[in-house]
Nanobody
Framework: QVQLAESGGGLVQPGDSLRLSCATSRRTFATYAMAWFRQAPGKGREFVAVISWNGGSTFYGDSVKGRFTITRDNARNSIYLQMNSLKPEDSASYYC????????????????????????WGQGTQVTVSS
């Protein structure tokens, strides 16, 4: 069973930055693209960002483009989400997920953002942006 563990969430003020981490024990981690999703109370799960197996390609949801950056370190079996200029509407539980795809090339934006294209999920880390 794939083990994904998010960390780094917390309470911050609008305009602040936060860095989330996701570590996995899966030995083939470097084979797959990885993504971040988020879910606010009473809302559906929203795609945030995805990164290809080698970090060479990334894709972002419109609501975070220009503010969030996804990276990965395959030597540490980890991905990260650097979140800058945080807004109250960024408040949510953030989840990392393992894609069925290796690279992003040729994959539609719709597929990249679809939950059913991801095979494994972490338990989430809470981010609250409030003054």
């Amino acid at each position: 069973q794939v083990q994904l563990a998010e960390s780094g969430g917390g309470l911050v003020q609008p305009g602040d930055s936060l860095r989330l981490s996701c570590a996995t024990s899966r030995r083939t981690f470097a084979t797959y693209a990885m993504a971040w999703f988020r879910q606010a109370p009473g809302k559906g799960r929203e795609f945030v960002a995805v990164i290809s197996w080698n970090g060479g390609s990334t894709f972002y949801g419109d609501s975070v483009k220009g503010r969030f950056t996804i990276t990965r370190d395959n030597a540490r079996n980890s991905i990260y989400l650097q979140m800058n200029s945080l807004k109250p509407e960024d408040s949510a539980s953030y989840y990392c997920a393992e894609s069925r795809y290796r690279d992003l090339w040729g994959v539609t934006a719709r597929a990249l953002g679809a939950q059913n294209e991801y095979d494994a999920w972490g338990q989430g880390t809470q981010v609250t942006v409030s003054s």
